[in-house]
């Protein structure tokens, strides 16, 4: 079992940033993917951005250039780093731990980027 607790969302005005923190605990696999996905009201879930064990990174294009997804391996940790935040970045954002076919998820932060 693993479990994830997120941190650092808040509010924020437009063009502003906010570094978003994961902790993981529990039974850590090896080759694990973390992750980080997003739900605003009335919308599914998607998917913002992914790291694996070894740093290999991908991302959404809604947030290429602006977002950065980064791990501390020995401190079990996953952050994801968001610059230049607009409106449509408003969402609750879960951070999730896949390994092999087993995965899960964080509670989720709240991020409210607004004037």
């Known amino acids: 079992q693993v479990q994830l607790v997120e941190s650092g969302g808040g509010l924020v005005q437009p063009g502003g940033s906010l570094r978003l923190s994961c902790a993981a605990s529990?039974?850590?696999?090896?080759?694990?993917?973390m992750g980080w996905h997003r739900q605003a009201p009335g919308k599914q879930r998607d998917m913002v951005a992914a790291?694996?064990?070894?740093?290999?990174?991908h991302y959404d294009d809604a947030v290429k250039g602006r977002f950065t997804i980064s791990r501390n391996n020995a401190k079990n940790e996953t952050y994801l780093q968001m610059n230049d935040l607009k409106p449509e970045d408003t969402a609750v954002y879960y951070c999730?731990?896949?390994?092999?076919?087993?995965?899960?998820w964080g509670q989720g932060t709240q991020v409210t980027v607004s004037s």
């Open positions: 529990g039974d850590i696999g090896r080759f694990n993917v």
């Open positions: 790291i694996t064990m070894i740093g290999n990174t």
């Open positions: 999730v731990y896949r390994y092999g076919q087993y995965e899960t």
